[in-house]
């Protein structure tokens, strides 16, 4: 499998809040018109890992792990690829860790990353990833994610779909929740939504 026939791992998490998105991702490259969340999480990014590198793991339960921020990962066997935002890399386990900017829960979306995430993290170590963190930077929460064999299934199903999608060039159904057309990169491409 060539590089460019591995799924995003971004592109996981999309499918989960829109199919769509994912085809436009894949047809469209580049054509989506960037929305102030995405502009403002990019701008955060270098400010939350010099905090995060000065802050204990101990809200991690691994507080004797390494630290790897924005790893390139990519797996030709699993056909996934990414660059999560933390790797903690203990002897007998390894956790990811996203950084959420947003002040809501742990959506279908964020699970579907972390797995993602998590399935390259494992390949990449040897080890393996139990459980993957939200950290949420408006309250500092920390919000675990199990990892579980339920998950993995969701996510080799949803892998499936994408790939039938790329594959037969087709347009996934629009989201059934309209809300989140409102702050969607392509709006202007969904004409039968609005
Ligand atoms: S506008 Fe709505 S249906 Fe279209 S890609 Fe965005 S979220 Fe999906």
Redesign the pocket.
Known sequence: MASSELINIGDLKQWAY?P??VF?HRFYSGSGVPTAKMKMGLSAQADIESLEARRTLKHYGLEAAKRVFNPWLADVGVGLQGRPDLVLESADRVAVVDFKLTGDGVGENHRYQLCGYSILAELATGLPAKTAFIYRLSDGAVLPVEIDEKLRAEVGAAMLKIRWMIENEEVPE??DV?K??ED?E??N??GD?W
């Open positions: 829109c769509r998105v436009y629009a989201t309209r989140r057309c969607c392509y709006a491409y969904c939504v």
